[in-house]
């Protein structure tokens, strides 16, 4: 049983409460915020399981146990893929703040998305101190703070959309509490088939249809810095005629325009990665890296001279030391494309792991 988290003072969870006792059921239940299950959105909601015969409270330190300890932040979900840092989301007072950080949990989703008005004030609270620049988030990205995969299509109008969106539990809230239910099951020997790799709803005149993606992890930095303590990889430049080994791995990474800026002017020739970054690339076998300049696609490649983690602490010393992440140090050696060429980034919209003769391909 799922609902909003202000049904724990209603009499109606009361009389749910009472009838499924007499029943016999034993009951957990639960108020979860999103932000601790892997969703970028302070959410909270109510789940309540009940299972026959069994004792009161059941299941309630396994729903507590996979939270995080942080709530997770837009950023650490979508890196700079949404190319901004401040967005506007409707208040329903204007006693209340309406411009949130990605540094940030989303604010709940909700079933309107209305723009900023004209005449908005910027509130106390707001992380801003003026209006340039900022914009209420698209449909597609709030359907994407709900979890809903990329490939995820909605059918109905752009009011019915919006309803369809705010309304539903996020995607990875459902898993959380799903996947928690089935590792109950399997200590108690019950035959369960848990799909976590690929997932398929049939299409129909009412029903969307996705086919999701792979399952992507996220890389936990801390432990490939136990695995690697030194250096990840220490690579020698290839020498042949072209100066490439189209067989070698290749990484392509949604990177913000000024930072390829300065990467292009030599003002820099490195690349932290974000907080998210997937675990399903083989650091140890990377050799090429190319930057993805947001709504252009690709042009320039670089060579990996050495993979290791690190922090931006170590050139700006602001930041957290303890704030992992990969670093790459890098080299330029040539402009592969006479102009950018779009790609898809295959994961989270964000990186691509590949080959580089699968890019040459494309010329």
């Given at each position: 049983?799922?609902?909003?988290?202000?049904?724990?003072?209603?009499?109606?969870?009361?009389?749910?409460?009472?009838?499924?006792?007499?029943?016999?059921?034993?009951?957990?239940?639960?108020?979860?915020?999103?932000?601790?299950?892997?969703?970028?959105?302070?959410?909270?909601?109510?789940?309540?399981?009940?299972?026959?015969?069994?004792?009161?409270?059941?299941?309630?330190?396994?729903?507590?146990?996979?939270?995080?300890?942080?709530?997770?932040?837009?950023?650490?979900?979508?890196?700079?893929?949404?190319?901004?840092?401040?967005?506007?989301?409707?208040?329903?007072?204007?006693?209340?703040?309406?411009?949130?950080?990605?540094?940030?949990?989303?604010?709940?989703?909700?079933?309107?998305?209305?723009?900023?008005?004209?005449?908005?004030?910027?509130?106390?609270?707001?992380?801003?101190?003026?209006?340039?620049?900022?914009?209420?988030?698209?449909?597609?990205?709030?359907?994407?703070?709900?979890?809903?995969?990329?490939?995820?299509?909605?059918?109905?109008?752009k009011t019915d959309i919006e309803?369809?969106?705010?309304?539903?539990?996020?995607?990875?809230?459902?898993?959380?509490?799903?996947?928690?239910?089935?590792?109950?099951?399997?200590?108690?020997?019950?035959?369960?088939?848990?799909?976590?790799?690929?997932?398929?709803?049939?299409?129909?005149?009412?029903?969307?249809?996705?086919?999701?993606?792979?399952?992507?992890?996220?890389?936990?930095?801390?432990?490939?810095?136990?695995?690697?303590?030194?250096?990840?990889?220490?690579?020698?430049?290839?020498?042949?005629?072209?100066?490439?080994?189209?067989?070698?791995?290749?990484?392509?990474?949604?990177?913000?325009?000024?930072?390829?800026?300065?990467?292009?002017?030599?003002?820099?020739?490195?690349?932290?990665?974000?907080?998210?970054?997937?675990?399903?690339?083989?650091?140890?076998?990377?050799?090429?890296?190319?930057?993805?300049?947001?709504?252009?696609?690709?042009?320039d490649l670089y060579y990996i001279?050495?993979?290791?983690?690190?922090?931006?602490h170590e050139v700006h010393p602001?930041?957290?030391?303890?704030?992992?992440?990969?670093?790459?140090?890098?080299?330029?050696?040539?402009?592969?494309?006479?102009?950018?060429?779009?790609?898809?980034?295959?994961?989270?919209?964000?990186?691509?792991?590949?080959?580089?003769?699968?890019?040459?391909?494309?010329?």
């Amino acid at each position: 049983m799922e609902n909003v988290d202000r049904i724990i003072k209603t009499n109606k969870l009361v009389e749910a409460k009472r009838l499924f006792k007499e029943a016999g059921y034993g009951l957990s239940f639960k108020i979860l915020d999103a932000s601790y299950c892997g969703v970028p959105q302070k959410r909270k909601r109510f789940f309540m399981v009940g299972v026959l015969g069994e004792k009161d409270g059941f299941l309630d330190a396994a729903l507590n146990a996979g939270q995080t300890k942080e709530p997770m932040t837009m950023r650490d979900y979508f890196g700079d893929s949404l190319g901004l840092e401040y967005y506007y989301r409707h208040p329903r007072s204007y006693a209340r703040r309406g411009i949130f950080s990605i540094d940030e949990p989303s604010p709940t989703v909700r079933g309107v998305n209305r723009p900023m008005p004209d005449g908005y004030e910027i509130h106390s609270n707001d992380p801003v101190r003026s209006k340039e620049g900022i914009r209420p988030l698209t449909t597609k990205e709030r359907s994407l703070i709900q979890t809903f995969p990329e490939e995820f299509h909605f059918e109905g109008s752009k009011t019915d959309i919006e309803q369809m969106i705010g309304n539903a539990v996020p995607v990875n809230l459902a898993e959380y509490v799903a996947s928690t239910v089935a590792a109950y099951l399997a200590k108690q020997g019950k035959d369960i088939t848990v799909v976590d790799k690929k997932k398929q709803i049939e299409h129909s005149h009412r029903t969307a249809m996705v086919a999701m993606s792979t399952h992507v992890s996220l890389m936990k930095f801390d432990e490939v810095a136990k695995e690697y303590p030194d250096k990840i990889i220490t690579n020698k430049k290839v020498k042949d005629e072209d100066g490439l080994d189209p067989s070698k791995n290749l990484l392509v990474s949604l990177v913000k325009n000024d930072t390829i800026d300065l990467l292009l002017d030599g003002s820099i020739n490195v690349y932290y990665s974000g907080k998210k970054f997937p675990s399903t690339v083989e650091l140890n076998h990377l050799y090429y890296f190319m930057p993805y300049r947001k709504s252009k696609g690709i042009r320039d490649l670089y060579y990996i001279k050495v993979a290791r983690v690190g922090s931006k602490h170590e050139v700006h010393p602001e930041a957290d030391p303890n704030d992992l992440r990969l670093v790459f140090e890098i080299e330029f050696v040539k402009q592969l494309f006479p102009d950018y060429k779009p790609i898809r980034l295959s994961i989270w919209e964000t990186f691509t792991d590949t080959k580089l003769e699968k890019i040459l391909q494309m010329e």
